[in-house]
């Protein structure tokens, strides 16, 4: 019997100084600064988070689930937390998106970046995961 190879997996590393300073430093310095804070949130709320690129974007998942992904657009950077709506308290309105996994915030200066709420959406997505 011929043996089997294992199906590979997206090359991950833990950050800071992961996979994911490519993409920052591709981008204009202001949105790399803003993709930067996102990043040290993300690290704060899932310190063991690995990260990945895919689809050409940076994703950060625990235990092999995604959690979030930051990606930089033509007018604004954004976290897409990945989580049924359900688990994403937002009573200020700030997450975007209308599908079933999904909501971004959209960040166009370091005001909009809203620390508490980020955190406690990630540590939800986090908690939502292990169910």
């Known amino acids: 019997m011929a043996a089997t190879k294992a199906a590979k997996k997206p090359a991950t590393k833990k950050t800071p100084g992961g996979v994911d300073d490519r993409y920052f430093a591709e981008q204009p310095a202001e949105k790399a600064a803003l993709l ?11 310190p063991d988070a690995d990260v990945s690129i895919k689809w050409g974007v940076p994703f950060y998942q625990r235990n092999g689930k995604n959690v979030c992904s930051l990606a930089a657009f033509k007018d604004f950077v954004g976290i897409n937390f990945l989580a049924s709506p359900s688990v994403l308290v937002d009573p200020k309105k700030q997450l975007e998106g209308g599908g079933k996994t999904m909501r971004m915030l959209k960040v166009r200066s370091a005001s909009d970046i809203d620390s508490a709420s980020i955190l406690r959406w990630l540590k939800a997505v986090v908690a939502a995961n292990q169910d």
């Open 36 to 46: 930067e804070k996102l990043r040290a949130l993300v690290n704060k709320a899932v």
